[in-house]
């Protein structure tokens, strides 16, 4: 029963980033309606991934960082089911 929570926190955890990474991608794609300079940062939560992205490329960091979020989402919940399963399936 630990490493159920376990896992679950864990699961949960990957999911809240997920999806901070996923907001990240939206709100960098918003910077292509009020463009001043050569480009933009782009910061997930606290953290710089770059800080020289061209507006040429922000549909590109849109694509590949929601890609990203969505399967990193995918795979923890797949894992979680696919253990609750297994234990479910033990106990009887």
């Known amino acids: 029963m630990r490493k159920l929570m376990m896992l ?6 990957s999911v ?15 910077n292509l309606f009020d463009q001043t300079g050569t480009g933009v940062g782009f910061y997930i939560l606290l953290f710089e991934v770059n800080d020289k992205v061209t507006f040429s490329e922000i549909p ?8 990203i979020g969505t ?6 919940l797949t894992l979680s089911i696919l253990k609750i399963i297994s234990t479910i399936t033990k106990r009887k």
């Not at 679950?8 to 955890?13: G, L, M, S, Y």
């Open 8 to 13: 679950f926190f864990v699961t949960v955890i």
């Open 16 to 30: 809240l980033f997920d999806i901070f990474t996923i907001l990240a991608s939206f709100n960098l794609n918003l």
């Open 60 to 67: 590109y960091y849109t694509v590949k960082y929601t890609i």
């Open 71 to 76: 399967s990193l989402i995918v795979i923890p």
